[in-house]
């Protein structure tokens, strides 16, 4: 059996050995087994079921939820001589029925659907004719309203047990947390599944968390770094995406833009340029990346914040499948976070508003950690470990602590000073003694604390305000154009009665910034 499996490998795919965890779920499908697979993007998924299907006799039905990721993965295996085809609506009513010819006179292998077709009563009855040796759940966790992604199609993927009991259903996800997956072996009725949990660790994927001060410059910088390499750059809405394609393309990037709001030919099109390293960058929303199969994706930026690590690992596993070095960017304003908070809460279901927020929180967490980002990934997708990684910006360059006690002092009365009613960019003016009108007009220029914090720079105060913030010491007050106000923890540092230790901010080198802004 195991040199058959080799062979097949090698015959087909080109490779010589399986990879971890492959050769295991393979033999539990040739056995008639169900199984639930976890295994991170880029792990080898398909194999677990590409595989099995050459050698089983009947079809193996892959469920998988986008149409441009179904043809694609259709192309590929016809390319390696494997009988592959699809049905979805892109197809015409004889393409359809000539597809079911040739399964009938059984001549495909692997045959993809999309799940709302698969469940139309017409399409259940013609394939329990033709024999299914295999279902296949692609992208498993859009079945739980616990995932990040849940698809409303998929819930009707528990049918699939009542019409063919006898079928073994493969169900395959890099979604990772218990809850999800438990869920995920309910509503499939799963029995007794092999079940098989690969390591999420990506070590060739630096993770780096940048503080944001200027963004723009600092994603240039970064782009300048990375010269003609192929990066993805993902934002938080749509609007953002138009606006930084437009920066970028004026600055000369080869780049392309990509949102649900643009048609379907010219998300094609950006995608297919990108595989083909016509264009260097895609700057996008979420709605990027699940069917890119792109090995040699060296960067992943986050310009925003992601809700959820799941999403967060998902969109920077798409860099470095290739297994060499690759970069995970993102750059943090505390504000966003405080932002995306109210936001949240503002959801009227609250059920659903507690799962989101403990999901956001940990996602929250990871940016404002001080130890090992992988650490916190791992343990995140409950693999436990505590060697920090030495491939993280905290591990290459470990947070360092300073007596923050007079700069927290001169920044908390200026707060004070300026009557708890300006917002941080001001206090900041002040503090630095800033010539500009508006400070002259309101005569804050006489204040005590006027310019007693020249000799540091915007950006580092910013910080530090951000680490006041953070401290509950001062508090950006959104009912009123975020205005900075004090709070009861700052009187005692106020007083001289507390020390106060703050982090060394990390600050965007000089040079970098300003080579940008030519
Ligand atoms: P996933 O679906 O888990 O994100 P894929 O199935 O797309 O990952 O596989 C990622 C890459 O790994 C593909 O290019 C695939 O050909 C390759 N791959 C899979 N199995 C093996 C193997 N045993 N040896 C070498 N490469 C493999
Ligand atoms: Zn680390």
Redesign the pocket.
Known sequence: MTDLLHST?KQY?G?????SG?TEVIAAAMQGQDSFVL??????????Y?LPALLLPYVTVVVSPLMSLMKDQVDSLQAMGIAADFINSSLSRDQVVDVFRRLRQQQIKLLYVAPERLLQPQFLERLSEVGVSLFAI?EAHCVSQWGHDFRPDYIALAQLKQHFPQVPLMA?T?TADPATQQDIRQQLRLVQPYTSISSFDRPNIRYTVQEKFRPFEQLVALLKQQENQSGIVYCSSRKKVDELYQQLKNKGFAVGAYHAGLTNEDRARVQDEFKRDHLQLIVATVAFGMGV?K?NIRFVVHFDLPRTIEAYYQET?RAG?DGVAAEAVMLVDPADIARMRSWIQAEENQARAEVTMQRFNAMAAFAESQTCRRLVLLNYFGEASQKPCGNCDICLDPPKGFDGTVLAQKALSCVYRVGQSFGMHHVIDVLRGSQNQRILELGQDKLSTYGIGKEIGHDYWLSILRQLIHYGMLQQDITQHSVLKLLPAARPVLRGELALQLAVPRLVPAKTAKQAKE
Request: with cysteine; proline share 8%; hydrophobic share 25%.
């Open positions: 490998l795919f490779y010589s050995e399986f990879r492959q295994m991170p993007t880029g792990g080898g998924k398909s194999m677990c590409q692609d395959l890099a199969n090995p596993g499948r």
